[in-house]
């Protein structure tokens, strides 16, 4: 064998841990925002204008995704949630503005979701709304953005079929541990705890 000749097994077994080197970066890929960066978590809108039944209690179901969704952050990024008083009162006053054009809740609005990211410092905003279509069919569609930039960074829509009293917690359950892998990684999006599986997955 001459020196410049490489055997093919040889060959195989670089490109190989080429393939698996480039995996692993992909793995390891943050987004461009530290990982403690602050997040302001609005409350969960309620909409039942399309329901074929609206009932007086249905407001509790985004009362209850709400709970749910700043308790799972809480627990997973802690200090870094701006103070929920503070969100709920600069949302309040930012309702009646002209960022939402008027009649129309905060927690709707991205624009004006970003804008009280803003005033309490944050730099990641989650806004999230409660869709009914009947008694057993709701929609949670929940989304990240970026404050600075308003890039949508997550944009879920989850249809939750059953009781909601037990599958809209499941839902914004799993929203919120989406969020918090996210935000941990610098607003890189990934479904895997640990990042994207590699090859050997």
């Not at 670089?14 to 409350?43: D, R």
């Not at 709920?88 to 009649?103: K, N, Q």
């Not at 979701?113 to 069919?137: C, D, F, G, M, P």
């Not at 249809?159 to 359950?173: H, L, Q, W, Y």
Request: hydrophobic share 40%.
């Amino acid at each position: 064998m001459t020196p410049s000749r490489i055997p093919p097994f040889v060959l195989a077994s670089l490109l190989l841990f080429g393939i698996e080197e480039a995996a692993a970066q992909v793995t390891h890929q943050m987004g461009p925002e530290s990982p403690t960066a602050t997040v302001a978590v609005l409350t969960v809108a309620m909409y039942n204008e399309g329901a074929n039944l609206r009932e007086a209690s249905d407001s509790s179901r985004a009362e209850l995704a709400t709970t749910v969704i700043r308790d799972r952050l809480t627990e997973q990024l802690g200090d870094q949630l701006a103070p929920f008083p503070l969100v709920d009162s600069v949302a309040e006053l930012s309702s009646s503005s002209e960022l939402t054009g008027g009649g129309v809740r905060c927690n709707v609005v991205v624009s004006c979701a970003r804008e009280v990211a803003r005033r309490v410092e944050a730099r990641w905003v989650v806004l999230a709304k409660v869709s009914k279509t009947s008694n057993l069919i709701w929609l949670l569609s929940s989304q990240l953005v970026r404050v600075s930039t308003g890039e949508i960074i997550l944009d879920d829509s989850t249809e939750i079929k059953g009781d909601p009293s037990t599958m809209v917690p499941v839902g914004a359950r799993n929203f919120a541990d989406r969020v918090a892998r996210t935000v941990r990684r610098g607003g890189f999006a990934t479904n895997y705890p640990e990042g994207e599986p590699g090859p050997e997955h």
